[in-house]
């Protein structure tokens, strides 16, 4: 499937490993220059040597929890390209959380702090640039744990239904300025952040039971939807999220 994204500036927020290396790999292939931002600086060079394409990759390392890194990361965008194409909002993390009658305060603040509020001090940061520019996609990743409540994962549930609102809100204040607001949201994918389930057999033949397609996503089949999304094919779709789940939420 081809994306023609040649010369698009796109930043990939989470881009180390897993689903946002992917992402970051296939924007590089339709021709954009990546930005890639995650916190470990090792982790990022790491990600640098299998894409290979140093030219057109730029590693930003940044903890989108914390609003300085984030200023300093659209400092050093705006510096160096004067603009922003895409924005792909891929950083999430999860902890086992107790239900919310037993949970820790400081838990559910780690949790909502990344993935919700993190999310929004980089799409801030975005859709000011993007508006003042007046063109921009921009593609977050949610889950279906932000659209049915999953036992242990509640926090990050909530924090995923918050990026998915965020998407219509921020697609409704930006649409006259020509950009695109969109989200996909994925069931399990192998990646790192979801091992500890399919690497249990048990776990993983119980999740796969619950998917009519019978298997549980590769990262591609991520991937290909959010560069649709972040492409032209996606013209007059705004406030959207794509459910990618192997048709797990229509039964
Ligand atoms: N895998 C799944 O089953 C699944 C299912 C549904 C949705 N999702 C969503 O898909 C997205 C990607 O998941 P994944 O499985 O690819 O995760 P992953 O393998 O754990 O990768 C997470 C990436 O985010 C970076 N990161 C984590 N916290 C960060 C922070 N505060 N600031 C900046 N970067 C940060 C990590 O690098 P550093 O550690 O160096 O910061 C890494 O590059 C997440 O939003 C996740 O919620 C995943």
Redesign the pocket.
Known sequence: MNFDLKDKTALV??????????IARSLLKEGAKVI?????K???EA?AVTLKKSEALTLI??????LD?VDALFAAIQEKFDHLDILI??????LITPGIADLDPGLWQKIID??LS?TFRVCQKAALMMRTQGFGKIV??????GRKATPGMGI?GIA?AGIEMMTKVLAAELALFNVQVNAV??????????KP??SNKELCDHVTATIPMGK??Q?ED?VKPVLFLASEGSSYITGQTLVVDGGATAI
């Open positions: 927020t989470g881009g180390s490993r897993g689903i946002g290396l992917e890639l931002c995650s916190r470990k090792e982790g990022l990600a390392p940044a903890h989108i929890g914390k890194d909002n891929n950083v999430g993390m999860n990344t993935n993190g977050s990743i949610s889950s279906i744990a990050y995923k949201a994925p069931a399990m994918v192998r990646t790192d952040f979801s389930f399919w549980i996503a990262i991520v």
